[in-house]
């Protein structure tokens, strides 16, 4: 399992879907904000948090459809779908390895992003917090996503539009406990259920994904 964990790592980066991809996207995202909204402090650090989880969530989707995509090009998912490797395990370690190259540098950089929107006090550490916990769901429920539409030429749109609903509770309680956080008020229960979410996503989704790609695959 740790074999196929870093051959997806090195495919991610080789095909351009790696750290710099999504991160550059995030810092075009904050830099473009100000120019948009105005420079007025108060104003961009009351939106920043719903901003920085729109960046990140939104950095997250540039990568989703290759997860399964160069697999299917070469043969190589026909091959993992019949080997004695249950399904259900390659299916994680692709969404392993998508957070650890998209979601992990986006929480890293996130609260230096921060900074550009000038989120404020204890911001930056709610921000790491909720992300950490929010990000692996955006990666398992993007994979669940890229194995509907695996083998779908431009099938990237249709990945998009299915999956953008799935992460809406993730964003909202996810940028919720960064407000509450910047305000010094409890953020016990965005966390909690921001946790419960990813959760019930790593427990669920991958045997969904696995059943998708099957069916995909006859």
């Known amino acids: 399992m740790i074999a196929l964990l870093l051959r997806d790592l090195r495919l991610a980066i080789r095909a351009g879907g790696g750290f710099g991809l999504g991160l550059a996207f995030f810092l075009i995202v904050t830099v473009l904000v100000p120019f948009g909204v105005g420079p007025e402090g108060q104003t961009l650090a009351k939106i920043a948090p719903g901003i920085l989880w729109v960046g990140a969530l939104l950095a997250c989707l540039l990568s989703l459809d290759r997860i399964f995509a160069l697999d299917f090009e070469d043969g ?58 929010g990000t692996p769901a955006l990666s398992v429920i993007g994979t669940f ?64 994904s696995a059943a998708a790609i099957r069916v995909n695959l006859r």
């Open 145 to 208: 996503g890229a194995a509907l539409t695996v083998g779908l030429k431009r099938g990237g749109l249709l990945l998009s539009l299915l999956v953008l609903p799935l992460y809406v509770p993730t964003l909202i309680f996810g940028a919720e406990a960064v407000r509450r956080g910047t305000e010094g008020m409890e953020t016990g229960v965005p966390l909690l259920l921001l946790g419960g979410i990813t959760a019930a996503a790593v427990a669920l989704l991958p045997f969904a």
């Open 76 to 133: 190589s998912l026909d091959l993992l779908a019949t080997a004695p490797i249950p399904l259900e395990a390659v299916v994680t370690m692709k969404a392993a390895a998508h957070w650890l190259t998209t979601g992990l540098p986006l929480v890293v950089a996130a609260p230096v992003f921060g900074v550009l929107l000038n989120l404020q006090g204890e911001g930056f550490y709610w921000l790491t917090v909720s992300l950490a916990l």
